[in-house]
């Protein structure tokens, strides 16, 4: 697993991160401290702000900047998190109870609003008008590429063009915005910044596929949540539209959507496309996105950094969950 | 209605304000598009943009940059209100269905980010470190303000000390903000941006009070949504306080917060409220608050604003809406 030799690498600032991400429940409100804390040490891999580092390592910023970048990025990912569950009614996430579960949608909604208030004041103090540009459009994009998850939900009508459009919204673009805020932060020269960003972007776009069709073949206790929870909650990815190109599967995906009978249940469609061709298609396209990722790397200067950004490449295009 | 008089004196800045509030709505997503143009094009009283300008007047600030702190205050204020209309399961809003009626919860949570987002975009070219500070703080505020109305709601154990708490991090701080940025923006002397601040406060305080009178002794048709809402979805504000002093009236609402019977319905207890003494003792504290607006306008300096204020402040204490 090397993920963990990226975290030793940069173990210190890491633990920077945690420090901070855990300074942000440190509020008057028991109710915000105690959802906020739930949500933010739930896990995860938090790596919007290795990128922000890696990419940091790239320039000269200075230390405790590129932490408050790294830590505004998870924030920002969290709040929207929290956001969608309120929205898809998730009862758990990461093998624990979502916060709309544990208290109520109006705790939640409030505070992701709150944690996004806190992004704001951590970033308060750059001067940077670039950093600030490029953050406000990407919490625009996110916005709309959920709405436009809203949109789509349920809807049979949908082809390649919507989802690739709708992930490079809802999740390639932060990761972009990671890697290139890390570099703007630290001041690195136009052209790495763009490479950079460039492989945030084709990495986020790879690690969103890889997580829709991890949602079909990985298992409930390493997902943290049931196989198949995409399309039971009417959301249709990749390996969903590559497996509805057989008429059958679409009648049964359609029937479900419109709560008609059908002799295939939605049960059955899940385990169908789990062992069908539609899961390997869906894993090729996402290896190539990685690969672009591979080749957008080589043409970085060589640092220890770039090792780094390989590694978790890597990492990612062989993840179990 | 002295109002106008403030509006015709400022009646080209406030169309600006209105212009620029509409290009918020101007995205590619249509249902972003026509959930907050459907928001934002509701009307409301534009209070807290006219807080603005008028304390920047204050001051010599470029009039471009006061009509973007203006709408960013009104900005927050929607996507306060479209996250609060989710929580309440509120269906009318200003006599039209709320955007959580008309589409759905999804596109109200994402429509209140959004424009949260924007209004970052809007704030980003300002210099001022304090004008940030001042708007994170009271983002901050309002997420706490918020949380705590979802805490004491249906919650029969309440004082004057926590409505007070209450509504000032839900409204008054906000608009003491409005009056505080515009002063901030536009440069004016430590001594009377803190006058302007508290001018605001109490006007907040005195205009939140009179909300939740009028929310008991106005019109559906004037509120845009029924009489006694408030205590209908479980909020206990002022009048309730005082009214719950009676012994018969706190048993009636514990009995129907608790889904017990009682010998009074809620309907009953709403026109108790409507004719008791609870109003006019609302309506004297009301009165103080506002009487502190006008003694703290006494000492800023002579300038046509300051008349301007003193009308508003004047308007918002005898509103029948």
Chains 1, 2 share one sequence.
Request: glycine share 4%; proline share 2%.
């Amino acid at each position: 697993m090397k993920l963990a030799t990226a975290f030793k690498y940069m173990n210190k600032d890491m633990q920077q991160v945690e420090k901070q991400i855990k300074q942000v429940t440190n509020t008057e409100s028991s109710m915000i401290q105690s959802a906020s804390n739930h949500l933010l040490s739930a896990g995860g891999k938090r790596i919007r702000p290795i990128f922000v580092l890696l990419a940091a390592k790239f320039g000269h910023g200075q230390k405790n900047q590129m932490i408050d970048v790294a830590v505004a990025l998870e924030l920002i990912h969290m709040a929207s998190l929290v956001h969608d569950d309120v929205i898809d009614r998730s009862m758990v996430r990461r093998g624990k109870p979502t916060v709309n579960k544990k208290w109520n949608n109006g705790t939640a909604i409030y505070t992701g609003d709150y944690i996004f208030a806190r992004t704001l004041e951590l970033l308060k103090p750059f001067k940077n008008n670039r950093l600030h540009t490029v953050l406000s459009n990407t919490i625009h994009d996110l916005c709309i590429g959920e709405i436009e998850q809203i949109r789509d939900k349920f809807n049979i009508q949908q082809n390649e063009f919507t989802y690739f459009k709708r992930i490079k919204r809802k999740t390639a673009l932060l990761i972009a915005s990671s890697t290139q805020m890390g570099a703007i932060a630290s001041g690195v020269e136009p052209s790495t910044e763009r490479l950079l960003k460039q492989y945030g972007y084709h990495i986020g776009m790879s690690y969103q596929i890889m997580d829709d069709i991890l949602d079909f073949t990985s298992t409930e206790k390493d997902l943290g949540k049931p196989v198949g929870s995409d399309l039971l909650n009417g959301h249709i990815t990749l390996p969903t539209l590559f497996a509805m190109e057989d008429p059958t599967i679409f009648e049964a995906v359609k029937a479900y959507f419109n709560e008609d009978v059908h002799e295939l249940s939605i049960e059955e469609v899940i385990q169908t496309i789990k062992q069908s061709n539609a899961i390997e298609q869906s894993y090729n396209i996402s290896q190539r996105y990685l690969q672009k990722a591979f080749n957008t790397l080589k043409e970085l200067p060589d640092i220890e950094a770039k090792n780094l950004l390989e590694d978790i490449a890597e990492y990612l295009g062989q993840r179990k969950f």
